[in-house]
């Protein structure tokens, strides 16, 4: 999968999947990614990429030319399946979204800064608006980290059948159970007893009954969820 990232702040997003598993996952080759400065595709030799916005008002606004000829430029070597920009107000991110992202096989990720992007690039060029959340963050960078990680993992390929993403929280739709290493007698405090006994069937039933007690407890709505 090739991931290919703009943003005026590259630097950003230099460590996040230098490390562990993405990290792997590159050398492995299962995931490339890109890093785009945009002011690559900067209007003048004041590497200006952002203008004041029409109308008045704080906060400068990355301009279309920049992003359009970025775009264009990077479209010449890649047909992209998603063209996303990282918004809060976009779609709220989630596993589902991240499994469906995760079988593509060209994503662009586009960050925006300041008060955001011209919006004609979003209606012209954007095919999906992505918000990690309900806060602001100043850039789309480190929405974009946490997508590019969620994604990365589920690649076939990335994780090993341990770490299989397939027993992650959220998957189904629950939480994960509670998990316990050595030793089983902490400062007084034990490992339930169900682990240690060694019988694989009675692990898994406590498992999922403690996935949908967790489930309950902290997070109702996701039982209702398709
Ligand atoms: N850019 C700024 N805030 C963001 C958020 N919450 N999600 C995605 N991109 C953003």
């Given at each position: 999968?090739?991931?290919?990232?703009?943003?005026?702040?590259?630097e950003l997003?230099?460590?996040?999947?230098?490390?562990?598993?993405?990290?792997?996952?590159?050398?492995?080759?299962?995931?490339?990614?890109?890093?785009?400065?945009?002011?690559?595709?900067?209007?003048?030799?004041?590497?200006?990429?952002?203008?004041?916005?029409?109308?008045?008002?704080?906060?400068?606004?990355?301009?279309?030319?920049?992003?359009?000829?970025?775009?264009?430029?990077?479209?010449?070597?890649?047909?992209?399946?998603?063209?996303?920009?990282?918004?809060?107000?976009?779609?709220?991110?989630?596993?589902?979204?991240?499994?469906?992202?995760?079988?593509?096989?060209?994503?662009?990720?586009?960050?925006?800064?300041?008060?955001?992007?011209?919006?004609?690039?979003?209606?012209?060029?954007?095919?999906?608006?992505?918000?990690?959340?309900?806060?602001?963050?100043?850039?789309?960078?480190?929405?974009?980290?946490?997508?590019?990680?969620?994604i990365g993992?589920?690649?076939?390929?990335?994780?090993?059948?341990?770490?299989?993403?397939?027993?992650?929280?959220?998957?189904?739709?629950?939480?994960?159970?509670?998990?316990?290493?050595?030793?089983?007698?902490?400062?007084?405090?034990?490992?339930?007893?169900?682990?240690?006994?060694?019988?694989?069937?009675?692990?898994?039933?406590?498992r999922t009954?403690?996935?949908?007690?967790?489930?309950?407890?902290?997070?109702?709505?996701?039982?209702?969820?398709?």
């Open positions: 999968m090739n991931i290919d990232i703009l943003t005026v702040v590259p997003l230099d460590s996040p999947f230098s490390h562990s598993i993405l990290k792997r996952a590159r050398e492995k080759g299962l995931l490339n990614v890109h890093l785009h400065n945009l002011r690559k595709w900067a209007i003048n030799k004041h590497m200006q990429v952002d203008d004041y916005q029409f109308g008045g008002g704080a906060g400068m606004v990355l301009m279309p030319e920049p992003l359009a000829n970025a775009i264009d430029e990077l479209q010449k070597d890649k047909k992209f399946d998603e063209i996303i920009f990282l918004t809060p107000d976009g779609e709220l991110f989630n596993q589902k979204i991240a499994n469906r992202l995760s079988l593509k096989e060209n994503i662009l990720l586009i960050c925006g800064h300041y008060k955001g992007i011209d919006d004609r690039i979003r209606q012209k060029y954007v095919t999906k608006e992505i918000s990690i959340g309900d806060y602001v963050l100043s850039g789309g960078e480190l929405a974009a980290a946490v997508v590019v990680d969620a993992r589920l690649i076939p390929g990335v994780l090993n059948d341990e770490t299989s993403a397939l027993f992650d929280s959220f998957q189904d739709n629950l939480l994960a159970p509670p998990v316990y290493t050595r030793p089983a007698d902490f400062r007084g405090n034990k490992v339930p007893e169900i682990l240690l006994q060694g019988d694989p069937k009675k692990v898994e039933e406590w009954e403690q996935s949908l007690l967790r489930t309950k407890e902290r997070r109702p709505d996701l039982l209702s969820e398709e």
